[in-house]
């Protein structure tokens, strides 16, 4: 069994340090120490070269779309207890629909799908769908009753989003760079 003592490897690493000097002299010893140390300095000089500074320009886009999406939801199956309260139900249910239909528009929708197959048959089948997003700007165009569903038009001007978003993220292009 081998015992490796720190005390040892530190007296070996002295052992061969002399040996080399003893056999290489002094004069090689500081050459290659010389080298070293300019290699270091040289590498770290380097480092400034990549040091840079970049100015941006604004960038306009050239047009901006406008998005609509309607919402539709029934009043008979809302909960409440009188009509009234069911009306105002599906009122909000139908904005919802309408902003979750801008949400995909604009963010796209996650779709998950799935089955699992027993004895070369179909067992269980799924399908999921999911929609994650913020949407500022956006207006209620019309909403009304046909029948028993009430309707929500929602409309989102990309100018006015633009134009909320212009003193958070600017859209921006390279105009220079300098390095130092």
Request: charge should be positive; proline fraction near 2%; include cysteine.
């Amino acid at each position: 069994m081998l015992l490796i003592n720190k005390n040892n490897v530190i007296n070996g690493i002295k052992h061969a340090y002399t040996t080399v000097i003893n056999l290489l002299g002094h004069k090689i010893m500081r050459a290659i120490s010389l080298v070293i140390t300019l290699g270091c300095l040289i590498l770290s000089g380097c480092s400034s070269v990549f040091d840079k500074h970049v100015e941006y320009k604004y960038v306009e886009p050239n047009n901006y779309p406008v998005l609509k999406a309607v919402g539709y939801a029934p009043i008979s199956l809302q909960k409440g207890a009188s009509a009234s309260q069911k009306q105002l139900m599906a009122i909000k249910a139908s904005k919802l629909e309408a902003y979750r239909e801008l949400t995909e528009q604009v963010y796209g929708q996650k779709v998950t799908a799935g089955m699992s197959v027993e004895n070369a048959v179909a067992k269980d089948d799924y399908l999921e769908s999911k929609v994650q997003g913020v949407i500022k700007g956006a207006q209620i165009i019309k909403t009304y009753a046909v029948d028993d569903t009430y309707v929500t038009e929602l409309e989102l001007n990309m100018k006015r989003v633009h134009d909320l978003y212009i003193g958070e993220i600017k859209p921006r292009e390279v105009k220079k760079v300098t390095y130092y």
